[in-house]
């Protein structure tokens, strides 16, 4: 069974801060990892992944694929409360109907 | 705003009803996914419809059903309703399977 793994599961920090979630899997066929940003409602995306190595950035927000090892990180430096959200991440396993298994997500707290 | 149109936004019933939740995908979007988001499952994948065949299967009890109609809306059906079906529904569509996908902004469904 394909198996996504968040951490931490939350995370309070100050504004400023720099902060780095995990996302580790367990699938058969990678095809690609996909990072949302869900505040009090509908996800929105940020990045999608597919290749090792490769950073995707995107102004404070950046992440990385490490297809050996099996994870991504996101990270944001400069929080600001804005950034204060739930953060999941996503595989996408080849072959098949290419549906998104989704972790338990990662929520942040950013304080003034 | 994603594009994604859910209705309603808000949906109070009794236990043993049924309901119907509504989605409109994006423009040139074929593929719609359903899901559920409980405080303690996270976000679970229902079903996906692609040009309005069903495409993929997720953890879709044998009460729910839905289907996607030649404009390429979309409905969820949910009957003899439970306590226990509580929760978030999103929508979502994309270009492709696997790809990035735009998420609705939700129905909440609170069976009392």
């Known amino acids: 069974e394909d198996k996504v793994v968040q951490s931490p599961l939350s995370l309070v920090v100050h504004e400023g801060d720099t902060v780095t979630l995990n996302c580790s899997y367990e699938?058969?066929?990678?095809?690609?990892l996909l990072w949302y940003k869900q505040e009090k409602k509908a996800p929105t995306f940020l990045f999608m992944l597919?290749?090792?190595?490769i950073e995707k950035k995107s102004g404070r927000l950046s992440s990385i694929l490490d297809k050996k090892e099996l994870f991504s990180i996101l990270n944001i430096t400069a929080t600001q409360t804005g950034d204060s959200a739930v953060y999941l991440c996503a595989v996408v396993v080849a072959g098949g109907s290419y549906i998104p298994t989704f972790g338990r997500g990662t929520s942040l707290i950013v304080h003034p | 705003d994603s594009g994604v149109t859910q209705t309603p936004k808000h949906l109070i019933t009794a236990t043993g009803q049924r309901v119907t939740l509504r989605c409109s995908p994006r423009?040139?979007?074929?593929?719609v996914y359903w899901y559920q988001q409980s405080l303690d499952q996270g976000l679970q994948f229902l079903i996906q419809?692609?040009?309005?065949?069903?495409?993929a299967k997720g953890n879709i009890l044998e009460r729910f059903s839905a289907q996607q109609f030649p404009d390429l809306h979309s409905e969820l059906n949910l009957s003899s309703l439970e306590l226990g079906d509580s929760a978030l529904y999103f929508c979502?569509?994309?270009?492709?399977?696997?790809?990035?996908?735009?998420f609705g902004p939700g129905t909440r469904l609170t069976v009392l």
């Open positions: 423009s040139g979007d074929l593929s």
């Open positions: 597919t290749s090792s190595g």
């Open positions: 699938v058969t066929n990678f095809r690609s």
């Open positions: 979502a569509s994309s270009v492709v399977s696997g790809g990035q996908s735009f």
């Open positions: 419809y692609y040009n309005g065949e069903e495409r």
